[in-house]
């Protein structure tokens, strides 16, 4: 008799644990939507973060952001435009085009993407270990800049658009991501106030095993864009002033010695002329490179999926 209690008992306390298992991970098992790592668990070290900010630059090479599709909206109202004869992409080069058009689609899709990875990151960054305060800043300076290169991307592309910033808990908002169109003005705003932050974070120049990531010079320059497509011209003459002129960095910018050559940066070869750019392999070598430069580059890049293809 006395076994059988005992067993019983044992039977109990192991169901009472597993009631209080399933009930403290519920939370967890629920959250919405059911693809990815909790940011609570992820988010531990600067490895982490790291790997988090690579998939933020990741965005970049998108076929909508500035991969092989790059062109399609912004380039397809000339007679020249090689998607101009295609499908949906013609229906920008006739006008015809609405938001059921994927070329929009997927570069509305594809920036808020980026967007939110970075939002993800900056929320999260502050409660992980990463001891050097400058590293974990640097860190906010890259995700602020590629946050402010999507959005002002997508302010050329439509004006005012809906803003998300790390303050949306993305798996707490993810099925009613309801937020209103705001006006041009404000998302330039936010667009400054990034870009002002990210030139206060980040270095001026990387070592060799990092080039290709935001530097403070790429802050500057795409502010300065900022306001020169805003004609606030003193703002941006003053940019790109501070970055052609040195004027309180050097940050080593200059013309390339070689028209010719310039279009020709195969294979990782590098320009001091480049401010920012997309960095990728050969594609006829590994298959990772971007496809843009086989549409619009000139003969000799038909085929060739360019290693650098510069942001403008």
């Not at 594609?283 to 060739?304: P, W």
Request: contains cysteine.
């Amino acid at each position: 008799m006395k076994k059988i209690y005992r067993n019983l008992k044992t039977a109990v306390l192991a169901l009472g644990c597993m009631s209080l298992l399933l009930s403290s991970c519920s939370d967890f098992l629920d959250r919405n939507p059911h693809d990815f790592v909790s940011p609570e668990i992820f988010y531990k070290n600067e490895s982490d973060c790291m790997m988090a900010l690579a998939g933020v630059y990741w965005t970049l090479a998108t076929d909508h952001v500035y991969g092989e599709r790059y062109s399609n909206i912004l380039s397809n109202t000339d007679d020249l435009s090689y998607y101009a004869r295609l499908n949906q992409s013609g229906q920008v080069y006739t006008n015809s085009h609405n938001s059921s058009n994927n070329d929009i689609y997927q570069t509305w899709t594809q920036l808020y993407s980026g967007i939110n990875n970075a939002n993800v990151l900056l929320d999260n960054i502050d409660a992980a270990n990463i001891p050097d305060a400058a590293v974990k800043n640097r860190i906010k300076g890259e995700a602020k800049f590629l946050r402010a290169m999507a959005y002002f991307r997508m302010l050329n592309c439509w004006g005012g658009v809906p803003y998300y910033d790390e303050s949306c808990i993305i798996e707490e908002e993810f099925a009613t991501l309801s937020n209103p169109r705001e006006s041009a003005e404000t998302i330039r705003g936010h667009i400054l106030d990034d870009l002002t932050d990210a030139i206060s974070k980040l270095p001026v120049a990387w070592e060799t095993s990092d080039y290709g990531r935001a530097t403070k010079g790429a802050a500057y320059a795409l502010r300065g864009k900022v306001y020169l497509y805003n004609r606030e011209w003193s703002k941006a003459i003053a940019d790109f002033e501070e970055i052609v002129y040195n004027k309180t960095n050097n940050y080593g910018y200059e013309l390339h010695p070689d028209y010719n050559e310039l279009f020709r940066l195969y294979n990782g070869k590098r320009s001091k002329e480049m401010i920012f750019s997309i960095q990728s392999l050969d594609g006829n070598v590994a298959g990772h490179g971007l496809e843009l430069c086989s549409f619009l580059g000139n003969k000799s890049t038909m085929r060739l999926i360019a290693s650098n293809c510069i942001v403008p």
